[in-house]
Structure formats: structure tokens, C-alpha cells
């Protein structure tokens, strides 16, 4: 049975979705569509204060994964879906590249072949090969150039979702931290920090899996999830010479350098950029949260300009050497992301319900249409149990179609140990030790 189906046989539900990123306000926004009664809760000042607030972000089309072909699956799938309702906040690259590098960081091959990694760029139609000879960059293998853009961010994503919010009649709540929830005759009650509760039928977990989550909840999943939270930074540049469309540069796959423009305004020119490292400024990858935050409270300016960030210049100039006379420092910005641990870098969204709250793992942006769909099939008790595209194991709900169901193979492939991938990352204490 289809979502409108779904949908006809829905009496309209009060819910509470936890979080104002992007998962929780198109949640919201779909929700409200179908009729339901929505409210919103950020324990920030603001909405999109996280990373999708901050970070330059893409709208990808599935080269930034290329040994994971249910990511690229699912950005091929949410790419014209996004498109089509954020135009705004959409904005197309003069060029969107994509390089195979010769070697990385640590001078090994990247993880990829440079014939696979053509292949996987091909799967966009657009998609052409740079003439490397006649372009500013070195020690690259091959290089494409394909129609990814990026996605607002900051003031400019802010604004238009609070407008959104506002006009379809969404109660937001600021600065409100829920700590807990409880299930009891089929109503889910939630608590705040202050002690104060309120009830709904539904509540949606849209806090990045950073609360609300259940200690016991992974051994009830139907595949061994293990979480990563990693603290992440980006270096903020501004272009000498802006143009009236941005640009980005991604050299692939392992410990490689990526230059993404920062759309937070409607300015005409595009000056603002970050430049991030696949293993530089990710500084470290953890089982608990906090052990992440920790690290990034404990870092300021001298410690970024003085270990990291010559690390990371030192990086781009090896494939394009005139990056840092056009592109002056201006600072950094960082938060604590989570991250799946698998053997091929899977980073699409998981949605799945227990007791009345329904989580979503972040994935991809675009992946808030999975998640939107999936919550469809789980947000109606009566739902639950009728429709065929539902399943139901130790007492955990996810859909056939939903990566939870089709994914559980690549999701279960975890990396060991000793393994070169991001999940093992402790690049902080491994670059401040080589600075002593």
C-alpha cells in the first residue's frame, strides 16, 4: 500500500518531533501536509544551529561513495525529489569536481581504482572528463566534472524554514532540551530538562542520535549497528577572486582534501569556502559522544592554526598549488557528527520505531524523503499492523523498503580494526604527538 493510501485511513495525530535540522523540519513540514498536528523542539537558540547549519553541504549525486552503492543508490533516487521542493535553497556549481587521486596523506592508493572511480562519476549522464594537462591541478589520476550542487546553509537556510514553519501553523519551541520519553496506553509522554511534560501520539527522534536513544535499543535492531561520533572540523576560506557561481574540488577516496563553497547568504558572489580532509580534520572517532565534545571544547585557535591546519594546506597545494594564494584563512568551525561504522562508508539514513518514538539516523540530506516515507508507514498504531510493507522484530518496526531492510548486508560489514577508514581515526593526538 502506497504513502496517500496510508494517509486516507490516518485519523489526524498529535506529534512532537525532537530536533530543528533538517530531518526534524521537513518531518514537520510533511507531517503538517498530511494533516497532523506538529510541534518541534530544539534544546538551541535556533534552528539549524547543527551541522547542516554550518557545514558547506551537497546535494549529492553519489561519487562522494563510490564503494557504496546503496548511498549512491539512494542520493540518485532523492536528487530530483530535493530539486524540485527546495529550488531556493539549490544552487548550481560553475564546476563540481571530482578527482582520483594518486596517492593520499599517508601515501597509499585511494581505496578505489581510478577505472572504478570513472565508473561510479559516469552514473551521472552530464558527467565529462577534465583535460588534466590543461587544468591548474597536479597528482591526479583522472578528474570529472558533473552537475552536483550545494545547499544553503546558515542565515539563508534558517530563514526559509522559519517562514515555512510559520506558515503552515507549527508550533517551535526553542531552547528546549527533552531528555526522556515513556510509553503508557498508547500515548507518548515527553520530558524536558526543567521536569515539565507533554504528551503525543507520536514523537520523531530527529536528533541525530545524539538522545532519546534507548541503552538497550541496538541489540533489539535486526542488523549490529555500531555508532561513531566524530569530532569534525573545517577550515573557513574566503576566495580573492569570487564568482557569480561557486565551485568545489574533491580529490577521492581515502585520506584525500575536499573544497566546498559556504552558501549562507544571498549574495551574488560567492566568496566564502571550507576545506576539510578526509582524515586532517577529522580529529578523532569515538564510541560515547562525549568524548567528542570533550576534545572539541578543548580546542582554540592556536591549537587549529598551529597542528592542524598546515597539515591540511599542505595537502591541497599538492593537488592544486595555487589554492592558498587565491583562497586567504579566515578561521574554523566544527561539531560532533555521528557516523555508522561500516567497511564501505554507508551514509544513508535508518528510520525505525519502538515504544512511540520513531528515530532517524541521519544519512545524506536528501535522505529526509526516505526518512518522510518510512515515518509514513510507522507513525499509525493501526498502521503497524496492517500494512505488509511494515516488520516488526523485538519489538523494533522499520519498513521492507527502508535501509533497515535492504542494506542489512553492507550495514553489518564492519571495518577491523587496523583498517584504514574513518571510524579509526585519532588524528588530533596522533598530530599533536608528532609536533612535540
Known sequence: MDVQSIKAGLQPMK?????????????????????????????LSDIFEGVSGKFGIRLHKGPHYPRSKSTRDSCHVSFDKFHDLYPELVIHHEQAIYAHGELDALGHPAKVSAESFGEVCNESPECHSLNLEASD???LQAAYDLDEPSIAIGHRLRNFFRAKLNDASIKLHLNSNIEKTTRDNGVTTMIDSHGDSRVFDVVINATAYRSLVPDDMAKDLPVDIDVTYQTCIALCYEDTTPQDKPLSFIVMDGWFPCVMPVIDSDDHLYRNYILTHG???????????????????????????????????????????????????????????????????????????????????????????????EAMRLINDEAWRKQSGVREENGIRFTDAGALSTAQQEIGEKPGASDQHTSNLQSYATMTAAAR
Not at 506529534?15 to 534544546?43: D, P, Q, S, T, Y
Not at 569515538?286 to 591540511?312: C, G, Q, W
Open 15 to 43: 506529534i512532537g518531533v525532537v530536533g530543528g535540522g533538517w530531518n526534524g523540519c521537513h518531518l514537520a513540514l510533511e507531517m503538517k501536509k498530511e494533516g497532523h498536528e506538529v510541534e518541534i523542539f530544539e534544546k
Open 137 to 139: 591541478f597536479e597528482q
Open 279 to 373: 582524515s586532517y580534520t577529522i580529529l578523532g572517532s569515538f564510541d560515547e559522544a562525549e568524548e567528542a565534545e570533550s576534545l572539541f571544547r578543548n580546542l582554540d585557535d592556536a591549537s587549529v592554526e598551529s597542528t592542524i591546519k598546515p597539515h591540511v594546506e599542505a595537502e591541497i597545494t599538492r593537488f592544486w598549488p595555487q589554492y592558498t594564494n587565491r583562497f586567504i584563512y579566515k578561521g574554523w568551525k566544527g561539531s560532533v557528527l555521528p557516523k555508522l561504522k561500516t567497511r564501505s562508508e554507508f551514509r544513508s539514513s535508518l528510520t525505525f520505531e519502538k515504544d512511540g518514538v520513531i528515530h532517524v539516523f541521519p544519512g545524506k540530506v536528501s535522505n529526509v524523503f526516505n526518512a518522510k516515507d
